[in-house]
């Protein structure tokens, strides 16, 4: 239990120093990478992002999904990408080496599809280095540069929505 405090208060003060340092880039250039991160214990159905990223003219091999639970990986049998508060340290540090390759994408947009108060999924969002991170109304708005005040079943009003921004900032054409 005393491990468990110690890891919140960790997590929360990395996230904290992490979002005062961020720099927003202001390029405005068409997307071509995509990143999802996922809590597929709220929205397990991750195919739609795979239409989402086709519909905007994103290749297969520049899109990745990476889903989050907080239960056990091996009782999942869902999704190949899978990571859990297991692949953090105390101090929040990343221990899966797949997670830390998403991290180090440089991708054009990342997709933030949870609502949850997960302090991994926050964390993992501030560590991408995405240019421009997109999500879903969360308690913390600093995480994103674009929020998107959707329920998480509503899906194709969040497509919607998302397509319009990106039109609006010339990130797809």
């Known amino acids: ?82 990571c859990s508060a297991e692949d953090f340290n105390r101090n929040g540090q990343v221990k899966d080496a797949e997670l830390k390759g998403f991290l180090d994408t440089d991708f054009d947009v990342l997709i933030s599809y949870y609502m949850e108060d997960i302090l991994e999924l926050k964390l993992l969002t501030v560590l991408s280095k995405a240019k421009f991170k997109i999500g879903i109304l969360q308690s913390d708005e600093r995480l994103n540069d674009l929020i998107i005040k959707t329920k998480l079943k509503e899906f194709s009003v969040f497509k919607t929505e998302l397509f319009k921004y990106l039109r609006i900032l010339n990130k797809i054409k």
């Open 1 to 82: 239990m005393i491990l468990k405090v110690f890891k919140e208060k960790s997590i929360k003060k990395r996230i904290n120093k992490l979002l005062s340092e961020r720099k927003v880039a202001s390029e405005n250039h068409v997307a071509k990478t995509f990143g999802v991160l996922v809590n597929i214990d709220e929205f397990d159905n991750v195919a739609l992002f795979d239409k989402l990223a086709k519909e905007a003219g994103v290749q297969p091999n520049n899109f990745r999904i990476i889903a989050f639970t907080e239960q056990k990986k091996d009782d999942l049998n869902v999704f190949d990408n899978c």
